[in-house]
């Protein structure tokens, strides 16, 4: 028999350098994509879980006003010599259930006194009055109530606060 076409003699050495160097390139891409996949599921947990935290944002910041109407209303109440006991019974107690159902789902009040040094992350400061005996920056009067829910303000406290006489 007689070989009609010359065979070249195949470089395996290159051959198997060649195919090492495109598995590593391929496992390097699985890698990063495997991280990438990792991060992905990881942002999405957490998104899913701000989302299951804070899913009744709106409602309860709409609760907060009825919360802010009643509080005015046993006020209002409680200040005139009116007759009107039984009414003023009946909203304590519609407030006091609201109250109760609003820390069920986390919501609390943002403790805030007069005297205490105003913070602008809890506080709003709506006006400030010259003060000669108290400092600079400390609340003078709670105007409106604020309420955080876990570990966010969804409304901040209303305050007057202190200002330097002039």
Do not use: W
């Amino acid at each position: 028999m007689s070989d009609d076409k010359e065979t070249k003699p195949v470089d395996f050495e290159k051959l198997l350098e060649c195919e090492k160097k495109r598995s590593e390139d391929y496992l390097t891409r699985l890698k990063y994509l495997q991280a990438d996949f990792e991060n992905v599921k990881k942002r999405f947990e957490r998104e899913t879980e701000d989302i299951k935290k804070y899913c009744n944002e709106r409602l309860i910041i709409q609760l907060l006003d009825v919360v802010d109407e009643l509080e005015l209303a046993l006020k209002v109440a409680k200040s005139s010599n009116t007759p009107l006991k039984s009414l003023n019974e009946g909203v304590e107690m519609t407030l006091k259930k609201l109250i109760k159902l609003l820390e069920q789902e986390g919501v609390t009040i943002i403790e805030c006194n007069e005297g205490k040094a105003f913070d602008p992350y809890c506080h709003n400061a709506i006006t400030a009055e010259t003060q000669k005996e108290i400092k600079t920056c400390t609340i003078i009067e709670v105007i409106r109530k604020g309420y955080r829910m876990k570990d966010k303000i969804l409304r901040p406290t209303i305050v007057k606060v202190a200002k330097p006489s002039e």
